[in-house]
């Protein structure tokens, strides 16, 4: 019985195979197993190959991927590393994620590449400009953290 189990579960593990098993009887009533046929077989496995799944090509994983992410309501990679110029009158600041301004103050918003807006946050003369103090700066627990986006 163990060598049944042993074979059975060896079968398992293999994964999908194409082979034909023979159990046979041999001398004082054992058991053998075998890939060729016996003149007695007590029982016979076949085991039909399948052909291994085709993965799909690279801009279908890509698109499946990007269809992922949506989906999970997580942005793209490009949103993720862009940041914001944003305007109201006469002051600039520049924020990592999309502009929004007091009530009632009407706030325009503009694409910029995440390294233009780190370079104008930490310029030295980035205080002179109106509206710094609304920049998107990390706070030490961020940049202590590694979570600071610039």
Do not use: N
């Amino acid at each position: 019985m163990r060598s049944i189990t042993f074979v059975l579960l060896l079968l398992l593990l293999c994964g999908p195979i194409s082979a034909s098993v023979y159990e046979c009887r041999a001398e004082h009533g054992v058991r053998q197993f075998s890939d060729r046929p016996c003149a007695d077989p007590i029982k016979a496995w076949s085991f039909p190959a399948e052909p291994p799944p085709t993965p799909p090509s690279k801009p279908e994983r890509k698109r499946a991927e990007k269809a992922a992410r949506q989906q999970r309501g997580r942005p793209d990679r490009s949103e993720r590393m862009a940041s914001f110029r944003c305007t109201a009158g006469a002051r600039v600041w520049y924020q990592h994620e999309r502009c929004s301004g007091a009530k009632g103050e009407s706030v325009h918003s503009e694409r910029v590449a995440r390294k233009e807006a780190c370079r104008e946050i930490s310029r030295p003369a980035a205080s002179l400009r109106r509206g710094s103090e609304r920049d998107g700066r990390a706070t030490p627990y961020e940049k202590a953290s590694g979570r600071d986006p610039c």
